[in-house]
C-alpha cells in the first residue's frame, strides 16, 4: 500500500516569491508521481508528472519538481509565482504495473498575495 | 474533444434516500475511476474499472455504495441509504492504460450533501 504526505495544509506566500510545497511518500514498490492542481471553483487538473527518466519534470507554467527515490519525495517549486498560482495542489501517487488508482495527499492550499 | 462530464453538478438529499451519480468519460478512455473528496480531506479511491475485468471496489466505504460501468462508456455511482458522513464531492477520472500515459483526467465533480 501506499500513502503520501503533504505536511503544509497552507502556504501564503507574496507575488514573486520562490514557492516549494512538499510532498512525501511511502511504498513498497516502484511509484508513478503526479501533481493535481484545483483552482477555486474548477476541476482537479494535472499539473507535471513523474513516470521514469529524467528525475527532474517541468509544467509549462513554471512549475518544477524532482523525484528523489533516496528521500521518497517529489517536492513542487516555483521561482517566481502570480497571483494566478492562488490553488489547491495535491500529489499523488499510483503503483507501477498496478491498478492504476491514484493515492492522494490531503493536499496544500496556496495563496499568493500581491 | 469532450472531457469526462458528471451529472448532477450538484445534489441535496434527505438522510435515508437513495442516490444515483452518473459518470460519462472520455471517449475511448478503457479505465474509469471514483474518487470521493470530503472537505479539507484529500481524494479517496472508491472505485476502478478497467476494460472487461472485474472491478476493483477496494475502496467502497461500506456495502452502501455501489457502482456499475457498461462497457467502456458510462458509469454510475449508487449510495444507498445516505448519511450525513457521505456528504463529499464525489469525482469521476477516466484514463487510457496501455500506452504508458498513465494520465487520469477528472470530470467537475458532484457535490453530495445530505440533510
Known amino acids: 500500500a501506499q500513502s503520501v504526505t503533504q505536511l503544509d495544509s497552507q502556504v501564503p506566500v507574496f507575488e514573486e516569491a520562490p514557492v516549494e510545497l512538499r510532498c512525501n511518500y511511502s511504498s513498497s514498490v516502484s511509484v508513478y508521481l503526479f501533481w493535481y492542481v484545483q483552482y477555486p471553483n474548477q476541476g482537479l487538473q494535472l499539473l507535471l508528472k513523474y513516470l521514469s527518466g529524467s528525475t527532474l519534470v517541468e509544467s509549462i507554467n513554471g512549475f518544477e519538481a524532482e523525484f528523489n527515490k533516496s528521500q521518497t519525495s517529489f517536492h513542487l517549486r516555483k521561482p517566481s509565482v502570480h497571483i494566478s498560482d492562488t490553488a489547491e495542489y495535491f500529489c499523488?501517487?499510483?503503483?507501477?504495473?498496478?491498478?492504476?488508482?491514484?493515492?492522494f495527499g490531503k493536499g496544500t492550499k496556496l495563496t499568493v498575495n500581491p | 474533444g469532450a472531457g469526462v462530464s458528471q451529472s448532477p453538478s450538484n445534489k441535496v438529499t434527505e438522510k435515508g434516500k437513495d442516490v444515483e451519480l452518473r459518470c460519462d468519460p472520455i471517449s475511448g478512455h478503457t479505465a474509469l475511476y471514483w474518487y470521493r473528496q470530503r472537505l479539507g480531506q484529500g481524494l479517496e479511491f472508491l472505485i476502478y474499472?478497467?476494460?472487461?475485468?472485474?472491478?476493483?471496489k477496494s475502496g467502497l466505504p461500506s456495502d452502501r455504495f455501489s457502482a456499475e460501468r457498461t462497457g467502456e462508456s458510462v458509469s454510475t455511482l449508487t449510495i444507498q441509504r445516505t448519511q450525513q458522513e457521505d456528504s463529499a464531492v464525489y469525482l469521476c477520472?477516466?484514463?487510457?492504460?496501455?500506452?504508458?500515459?498513465?494520465?487520469?483526467?477528472f470530470g467537475p465533480g458532484t457535490r453530495l450533501l445530505v440533510l
Open positions: 477520472a477516466s484514463s487510457y492504460v496501455g500506452t504508458g500515459e498513465e494520465t487520469q483526467y
Open positions: 474499472f478497467q476494460g472487461n475485468s472485474a472491478p476493483d
Open positions: 499523488a501517487v499510483s503503483e507501477k504495473g498496478g491498478s492504476e488508482k491514484l493515492v
